[in-house]
Each structure stands twice: as C-alpha cells, then as structure tokens.
C-alpha cells in the first residue's frame, strides 16, 4: 500500500524557518519524481517544487526560488522541502507528490504551514 506520510509543519513568524519532511513506503522510491504543491485557503493546488528520481534536477516556483530548497534521500525514501524566510503568503497546507509516468501520481494527506505575526 502506498503511503506518503507529511512532517514538520506548524506556526512560524514571518522570516522564520521549517523543514517539511515526506516519508514514503509502498512504492520503490528512487524511481519516482517527488514533488511538493501547496493549496492556500480558497485557492488552487500549486507546485512549490520538483526533484528528479536522483537529485540531479530541481524545479521551483517563481514565487519561492531562492528561498527553499528540495532534496531527497533516496536510502531513507524520504524528500524533504527547506523553507526560509517564510512569508505569511506561503501559508497553505503542503502535499508530498510521487509522480513515475505510467503510474501517475500519489498523494499524502499534507501538513499545515502558517506563517503569521
């Protein structure tokens, strides 16, 4: 059974930091796209940002380049997103994505990010 378990949101101050984290299991992790969409209040699932079955490639939306960063550990089926200096317009709910063409796409259930004084 596939599983994507989301870790690490929370309430942070505007500038402050989080570490979200996404566990996977049921699937064979290294051979799948990973990515992190987020979905504000009234608002659209976005991507926030992708990372290729190795590393190698990362992709990230305009509006938090610079600012987080993805990565994977492939040994641990694990992918993480670093957010720095947050912004109260980063607050959402986070998805962790698996994405292998073929299969489609996998879901988890997302972690809440507010970012507020």
């Known amino acids: 059974q596939v599983q994507l378990g989301e870790s690490g949101g929370g309430l942070v101050q505007p500038g402050e930091s989080l570490r979200l984290s996404c566990a996977a299991s049921g699937f064979t992790f290294s051979m799948y796209a990973m990515s992190w969409y987020r979905q504000a209040t009234g608002k659209e699932r976005e991507l926030v940002a992708r990372i290729t079955t190795n590393g190698g490639r990362t992709t990230y939306a305009d509006s938090v380049k610079g600012r987080f960063t993805i990565s994977r550990d492939n040994a641990k089926n694990t992918v993480f997103l670093q957010m720095n200096s947050l912004q109260p317009e980063d607050t959402a709910v986070y998805y962790c994505?698996?994405?292998?063409?073929?299969?489609?796409?996998?879901w988890g259930q997302g972690t809440q990010v507010t970012v507020s004084s």
């Open positions: 994505s698996a994405f292998r063409s073929g299969d489609g796409y996998y």
